[in-house]
């Protein structure tokens, strides 16, 4: 007898236009509907991608409350009423359903997605308070413990996570999916040309953990032997004036262009010769994922997170360390190679790799195995 497909509640505050936003909204797109049956939970019922799901995806709201950062109370309600065959969870859902796992129904599955390096992330709280630290490194342990399955979106992720999560046995790494024809006809809908020789383009939030001073000191120094070398920064954020401040004491002038918050930054991407990210960390990239999509090889560093497992060295891009000397040789070796950069053969890499099909395929034997315990 055929199995009825396997009801999948999918779990995240919004479905807006953030990097995890985008992946859960293509496992909603793509999740093959003879396997599984997928459904929505939020707490934000505004968002990007909510107007573009497919019409079966039934969506719940379980009420944005500002105080609320963690509707435990009403997920739990909605849970517990439902009764899916597999929770989907991840950002601050991941705690909410975790520390609410022992009550939710005896046949419901729980899987957390965590969206970033926990090592990474609890060293940086401790900075800001021990005390936070403890807490939130106690909860965390708690909710990983009692999931039935954690996805990691790379090795690197995995081999951190099993630290908290009492080992790796429940874990699977699946990486972020691309749509690569989608990128491709959103990156050819307009002709850019970006200035300088090597024109170099970086798309991301302007926090600190991004890394643009050390990016601007790298430039500073490329400019030695490049002095026509010219850098694009798309995004906006907190550090954007103590970022402008740097540029003039660099005396690095117009060789920088703070482009801001840019609607399609995919026809500048594709444009630049090379996409750069100077990281401190970034658990997967989405920004990186979509230059490679474009065919643009990508200069990243060897980060905490998927950088090093996103990235064929010498075929796609330059790995560095995390320090503006070594970002400038990555910078000026990839600049002497582009030549032998084959676009298509990056672009295609990226689809054999991430693309929407193999991941989504990933990801449903990754909840296969949760579904029937093949751990």
Request: net charge positive.
């Amino acid at each position: 007898m055929t199995r009825p497909p396997a009801r999948v509640l999918f779990a995240i505050p919004s479905l807006d236009r953030g990097g995890p936003d985008r992946v859960m909204f293509e496992l909603l797109r793509s999740i093959d509907r003879a396997r599984f049956r997928p459904a929505l939970m939020v707490s934000d019922s505004s968002g990007h991608y909510l107007a573009k799901l497919p019409a079966d995806v039934e969506v719940t709201t379980i009420g944005h409350v500002p105080s609320a950062r963690y509707p435990v109370v009403s997920a739990l309600r909605h849970v517990r009423g439902t009764a899916p065959d597999i929770v989907f969870s991840t950002l601050r859902m991941n705690l909410t359903l975790g520390l609410a796992k022992p009550l939710l129904p005896r046949t419901t599955r729980l899987v957390l997605r965590p969206a970033s390096p926990v090592t990474a992330d609890m060293a940086a709280l401790v900075k800001q308070s021990v005390l936070k630290h403890r807490l939130a490194r106690r909860l965390l342990i708690t909710a990983l413990r009692e999931a039935d399955g954690v996805v990691c979106q790379s090795g690197a992720m995995k081999a951190d996570l099993a630290q908290y999560a009492g080992g790796a046995r429940r874990m699977h790494v699946v990486g972020n999916p691309i749509d690569v024809d989608e990128i491709e006809r959103q990156a050819t809908e307009r002709a850019v040309e970006l200035p300088g020789r090597p024109s170099l383009v970086s798309v991301g939030r302007l926090v600190p953990l991004k890394a643009y001073d050390i990016l601007l000191h790298a430039l500073a120094i490329v400019r030695r032997e490049h002095p026509h070398v010219h850098l694009t920064i798309i995004g906006d954020g907190p550090e954007r004036a103590n970022l402008e401040r740097l540029r003039t004491e660099l005396a690095l002038g117009d060789a920088v262009t703070f482009a801001g918050y840019v609607p399609e930054p995919l026809p500048f991407v594709r444009a630049a010769d090379a996409f750069v990210l100077a990281s401190r960390y970034d658990a997967f990239s989405n920004a990186t994922l979509e230059a490679l999509a474009c065919g643009t090889p990508v200069v990243l560093t060897d980060a905490p997170g998927a950088n090093a497992e996103l990235l064929v060295d010498g075929m796609n891009g330059r790995l560095a360390a995390i320090d503006p000397t070594s970002v400038a040789a990555a910078i000026l070796r990839l600049s002497k190679e582009l030549p032998r950069y084959d676009r298509e053969a990056i672009r295609a890499d990226c689809r054999l790799r991430f693309g929407t099909q193999h991941i989504v395929g990933t990801f449903e034997r990754a909840l296969d195995a949760v579904l029937h315990n093949r751990l």
